[in-house]
């Protein structure tokens, strides 16, 4: 299979740009949400869903369009509002969920959250869950959390992590087969990290035996029998 015969775009070798991002129909909703801040219905917005699904990424692409920054929980507690927002009025929150239970944290968030609104800034969280099940004990953020628009990105499934194979394939410029992949895919983690990982194993090891990346070989790799 090569790249000419799979419906997906490949990216450039830069990390992290909007052209990198594969759309999937388990990010579909996300990035178009991420493509058109005008019509979200409030000025805070949730990305929620499990590890590898490309949150952080598209963040990351939402900084890039909307020239914002990220801040981090030490950020968040050690800087007030006002200062957070004075180069940019559009901030980003990876990992948002972390502020539950953290009285401190959580009146933050809410100060932040009240202060982008006031000014006509943006607000781009992201965890694992939506806002409902974070844990927040501040009423009046779970109330904000509440009214924010929260889209689900799903974790990968099997055409987009086939892609991202042969994004990785591509790269390395590399012969495998489209059984190696099927195979792959049912036996590790359904994580891009994961893939590449995969990938980069296949190929040191295909380099050290001299043989072709075949499903005896990537079976070899991860010590899995025939049966």
Known sequence: M???????????RESMRE????????NRDALAW?????????????????????KTHLIQVWLTRERGAAITPED?????????????????????EIVAGDRIAEEALFHL????????????????RPPVEWGVTLPDLLS???????????????????ALFLKQIYDRQLDI?????????????RTPDAVADAVDRLDKLSLAKHAKITVALAREMLKVDKA
């Open 34 to 54: 991420i493509r058109s801040v005008s019509e979200w219905p409030s000025h805070a917005l949730v990305l929620y869903g499990p590890k590898g699904g490309g």
């Open 144 to 162: 904000r959390l509440r009214a924010s628009t929260a889209t689900e990105i799903q974790a990968p499934d099997d055409a987009l992590l086939t």
């Open 19 to 26: 052209d990198d991002f594969m759309a999937a129909d388990s």
């Open 2 to 12: 090569t790249p000419q015969q799979y419906p997906f775009a490949f990216p450039h």
């Open 177 to 189: 087969g489209e059984d190696v992949i099927k195979f792959m895919i049912a036996r590790i983690e």
């Open 113 to 128: 959250y009240n202060h982008l609104r006031s000014v006509g800034g943006r607000l781009l969280l992201s965890a694992k």
């Open 76 to 96: 968040l507690t050690g800087k007030d509002h006002v200062s957070l927002t004075r180069t940019t009025q559009n901030l980003a929150f990876d990992d948002a």
